[in-house]
């Protein structure tokens, strides 16, 4: 059974349409994150939510809303797509908030959205 | 602003040789420091964590120090193999995870 599973695995769409990407855990984990990952391979986290709620939200524009029905799932909504949002996403999972325990995050296998 | 700098981009060493990667970060004091291990098309996969108390983590044929006055991490894997190729990645702990950009390591055989 896949830990952290996201859909979908590739996404190519052109610029301006809206996308979501979905996520869910079985891990039984309390919290969720969303990391972009650029072609230069950097990680940069973007949402983490804890047990439904949103903890951390960097500065990332106003047209990415992630929603989380439950603790196991933390949907990414994509309005208005532009050629910059082409990366990876990744979501992730973690027993503690931080991932301050033993077992570190659960990332799931990606999904590479390009925009054309 | 808060740094992580992982020493160089990529990494080649010989078959059997101890691959050393370093981690150095400032304006940061992480409560945990934590390594991965990406593969082309994977997301990352949870390799060890070191807390601030503690100097080094073994696990298997690796092995991490942690020291916060120089603020760096070296991460070691001993008698290296082809199938330990992959990017590698810090990330710091505090009241959220950031991660380094990694560095590349081929092992020849």
């Known amino acids: 059974d896949t830990a952290v599973s996201q859909t979908p695995k590739y996404l190519v769409t052109q610029m301006g349409n809206d996308k979501s990407i979905k996520c869910e855990q079985n891990?039984?984990?309390?919290?969720m994150y969303w990391y972009k990952q650029d072609s230069k391979k950097f990680l940069k986290i973007m949402f983490s939510?804890?047990?439904?709620?949103?903890?951390i939200n960097e500065t990332v524009p106003n047209r990415f809303s992630p929603k989380s029905p439950d603790k196991a799932h933390l949907n990414l909504h994509i309005n208005s797509l532009e050629l910059g949002d082409s990366a990876v996403y990744f979501c992730?999972?973690?027993?503690?908030?931080?991932?301050?325990?033993?077992?570190?995050?659960?990332f799931g296998s990606g999904t590479r959205l390009t925009v054309v | 602003s808060q740094k992580i700098e992982q020493n160089s981009e990529a990494l080649n060493i010989q078959e059997g040789k101890t691959a050393t990667l370093t981690c150095n970060y400032t304006?940061?004091?992480?409560?945990?420091l934590q390594w991965y291990r990406q593969d082309p098309g994977r997301g990352p996969v949870f390799l060890l964590l070191?807390?601030?108390?503690?100097k080094e983590k073994r696990k298997e044929r690796l092995k991490v120090t942690f020291d916060t006055t120089l603020k760096q991490s070296l991460f070691h894997i001993t008698a290296s193999q082809p199938a330990d190729s992959a990017t590698y990645l810090c990330?710091?702990?505090?009241?959220?995870?950031?991660f380094g950009a990694g560095t590349r390591l081929t092992v020849k055989p």
């Open positions: 891990l039984g984990h309390d919290t």
């Open positions: 304006n940061y004091s992480p409560a945990y």
């Open positions: 939510y804890n047990n439904k709620e949103l903890i």
């Open positions: 070191i807390r601030e108390n503690e």
């Open positions: 990330a710091l702990s505090d009241n959220d995870m950031r």
């Open positions: 992730a999972s973690s027993q503690v908030a931080g991932g301050l325990s033993n077992y570190g995050y659960t």
